[in-house]
T-cell receptor
Framework: GDSVTQMEGPVTLSEEAFLTINCTYT??????LFWYVQYPGEGLQLLLK?????DKGSNKGFEATYRKETTSFHLEKGSVQVSDSAVYFC????????????FGTGTRLLVSP | DVKVTQSSRYLVKRTGEKVFLECVQD?????MFWYRQDPGLGLRLIYF???????EKGDIPEGYSVSREKKERFSLILESASTNQTSMYLC??????????????FGAGSRLTVL
């Protein structure tokens, strides 16, 4: 079945460091791919998305490129801030008509000053 | 500002109690979802609904039921709560259709503890 694999956390970085969180997927068909972020005490919110191969999603300095050949959607940011500390979820959706998302297990990011 | 509102942020219940978790959205979305979130397991889909009075089982429906009597409201019901249902519960909604641009909007979550 469809699945998403994320790197385990926590990822601990100093402010201004470069961030990569790996995400690979297995899916039938041609999924849309998403990164959601969950700040402490809050629900999930969309960070960025890509709907077809080679698309690059970007938001708030974060980027991820839909790589069909490697079935990957790695999240990157050039310079992290303390305020980026959160849990990041990679997710996919195969468009069956019901908009169901399949989530990875989440990666906690901790950024220290 | 569009919203998905979960009425209870924190609940503590006893084993065997009946529990209702309420979710209301103000975006006129057709599709609504209930997920549970557990450390190391990510989010798992319990039930979803694509129309009033319609429901579909997700990946882990056992021990849960749902109700959707009005378009804006989707309730999750634990008929007889058990300790293994201690978790964070997240409600989400989205518009209908197969567009890849459709995005889920989540509520802030309901943290349930069953003693």
């Amino acid at each position: 079945g469809d699945s998403v694999t994320q790197m385990e956390g926590p990822v601990t970085l100093s402010e201004e460091a470069f961030l990569t969180i790996n995400c690979t997927y297995t899916a039938t068909g041609y999924p849309s791919l998403f990164w959601y972020v969950q700040y402490p005490g809050e629900g999930l919110q969309l960070l960025l998305k890509a709907t077809k191969a080679d698309d690059k999603g970007s938001n708030k300095g974060f980027e991820a490129t839909y790589r069909k050949e490697t079935t990957s959607f790695h999240l990157e940011k050039g310079s992290v801030q303390v305020s980026d500390s959160a849990v990041y979820f990679c997710a996919l959706r195969v468009d069956t008509g019901f908009q169901k998302l399949v989530f990875g297990t989440g990666t906690r990011l901790l950024v220290s000053p | 500002d569009v919203k998905v509102t979960q009425s209870s942020r924190y609940l503590v219940k006893r084993t065997g109690e009946k529990v209702f978790l309420e979710c209301v959205q103000d975006m006129d979305h057709e599709n609504m979802f209930w997920y549970r979130q557990d450390p190391g397991l990510g989010l798992r889909l319990i039930y979803f609904s694509y129309d009033v009075k319609m429901k579909e089982k997700g990946d882990i429906p056992e021990g849960y039921s749902v109700s959707r009597e009005k378009k804006e409201r989707f309730s999750l019901i634990l008929e007889s709560a058990s300790t293994n249902q201690t978790s964070m519960y997240l409600c989400a909604s989205t518009t209908a259709g197969t567009s890849g641009a459709n995005v889920l909007t989540f509520g802030a979550g309901s943290r349930l503890t069953v003693l």
